[in-house]
């Protein structure tokens, strides 16, 4: 506290690492106490300009990137280009990881949200006890789900423009030219595998032949089938081949989770 020309400046630590000053009467003045007076100007400027919260068209500037949570989902840009023969479940996790790490994303295991029937001595494996836990992002760190409860329930916040690419672009869906929302799961809604008798995984993701069949999901959440607003259960396909699958409004394209 120092008198400057009849009144009080005092400089006092404010909240958040900010400074206050504040003035008042006071008693009569020497030059003396107005050079000190300055001088504590002078050094409360330069703390204001310091330690001042950042204003809103500051914190506007940060780069996304330095504050977007890391991509932990995506719908795979293309598949291998095989129809829903992926190499098994083994060739969809390695294609989730190419797509991934190629994006920037490194470091993280890497799962196909898919699920397998229980063959050739292999038990069947549900895609959502692939995953992990969550939450999950996309790539422009968007919030997709909390953890697998929110993810199979009503209040996911997934559909075209939060589903994206592991490029953090939109997948084409129902109006688009060509449609490519249907998206392998070979799951029902719950993420487990089908118990039903039939084939729902076209041959555990090694087949790519015009009859079999997958469950397939709608990353829209529009269209027809069984349960058209469905992101993993909508309807099954109609063959499994790559020509099959883009008949029908497909591409042979997957989810892929970061555990």
């Not at 690492?17 to 330069?46: C, H, P, W, Y």
């Not at 118990?195 to 555990?204: A, E, H, L, P, Y």
């Not at 079999?212 to 607003?229: I, M, N, Y």
């Not at 699958?245 to 989770?257: E, I, K």
């Amino acid at each position: 506290r120092a008198p400057v020309d009849g009144y009080a400046v005092v400089v006092m630590a404010g909240a958040n690492g900010s400074f206050v000053v504040e003035s008042g009467t006071a008693l009569k003045t020497t030059n003396g106490d107005r050079m000190r007076a300055q001088a504590l100007f002078m050094i409360a400027g330069a703390a204001l300009l310091t330690f001042a919260p950042l204003e809103a068209a500051d914190r506007d500037a940060v780069p996304m990137d330095a504050i977007a949570e890391p991509m932990s989902f995506f719908i795979t840009n293309a598949g291998p280009g095989n129809g829903a023969d992926l190499g098994g479940i083994e060739g969809a996790d390695r294609h989730c990881k190419v797509l991934a790490e190629a994006s920037g994303s490194t470091g993280r295991t890497w799962r196909a949200y898919l699920s397998t029937l229980g063959r050739n001595g292999k038990s069947a494996e549900n895609a959502r006890d692939r995953i992990g836990t969550g939450p999950w992002h996309n790539a422009k760190g968007v919030l997709v789900a909390s953890n697998i409860e929110e993810l199979h329930g009503d209040n996911n916040f997934l559909g075209k423009e939060n589903s994206l690419s592991e490029k953090g672009v939109m997948v084409n869906a129902r109006g688009d030219t060509p449609n490519m929302h249907d998206i392998l799961t070979g799951s029902m809604p719950d993420g487990r595998v089908s118990s039903d008798t039939t084939d729902t995984t076209c041959d555990n993701w090694t087949s790519s032949s015009a009859t079999g069949s997958a469950l397939v999901g709608h990353h829209d959440k529009q269209g027809g089938g069984v349960r058209p607003t469905s992101w993993n259960s909508a309807h099954p396909s109609r063959g499994c081949g790559q020509a099959n699958l883009q008949a029908t409004g497909g591409n042979g394209l997957f989810y892929c989770f970061a555990m």
